[in-house]
């Protein structure tokens, strides 16, 4: 792996180091937003070196790395103190792709969207985890609006539930605040959004006493149809 890791020139050892952040891998969309312009060109080289897998899946192409390449990338990475600059890139991608996602049901594609989603798994949660530890409200209601919508639909109530206590206090006191800064939030309808699947939706079911389906109602914020 070190023998792969010098044949790298400096510019392209900086692409795994930030890529280590991302536990579940990556699309070219998301390398591009992470990486800059120049992404395609310095994943072809770290694949060259065996650091990257290229595999096809629903989703589309991705871009894998082994857990022991992604320990050793990050090992520079912390040494060269780039761990913030790194994690604030990953949580820009992060929020950018709630936004893009977080009204996917009502999209021409939801199943293509749904597969998209999935295989971001991964990432979105390590995401959420890190927002939530710094309290990052745009981040937070963007990325809470998309797992909301996947698991109602498919009923998943009792993931759902939990995440409704969480959502709601964070989207409350943070993402819907007149002080969030409008560089970095997500539309409004986005932020509403992700408060109205994991608070008003949810919580009839989550008190259901047979545990099924009742019909939600809308919520004062936004309708299910209303575009950003």
Known sequence: MEWSWNLLDEGARAAPRTLSVLPGG???EAAEHVLGEDALF???????????????????????????????????R????????????????????????????????PLTARERIRA????????????????????????TAVPAAVWSTGSDYPRLAPSRRTAARRCRTTALSPNTSKSSAPPRCCARRACSWATARTSYASSSPSGGCPRPRRTRWCTPRQSC
Not at 43 to 53: K, R
Not at 91 to 109: E, M, N, P, Q, S
Not at 124 to 134: M, Y
Request: charged fraction near 25%; hydrophobic fraction near 50%.
């Open 26 to 28: 990556l699309s070219a």
């Open 120 to 143: 971001e798994q991964d990432n979105r949660v390590l995401a959420l985890r890190n927002a939530l530890a710094r309290t990052d409200g745009p981040t937070i209601a963007a990325l």
């Open 42 to 76: 310095l994943l072809e080289q770290v694949a060259d070196q065996s650091l990257l897998t290229v595999a096809d899946t629903p989703a589309g192409v991705r871009f894998r790395m082994l857990e022991t390449v992604r320990e050793f990338s990050a090992a520079p």
């Open 78 to 109: 912390a040494e060269a103190a780039e761990d913030e600059e790194a994690l604030g890139r990953f949580l820009a991608w992060a929020r950018d792709f709630g936004v893009t996602y977080h009204d996917w049901i009502f999209g021409a594609k």
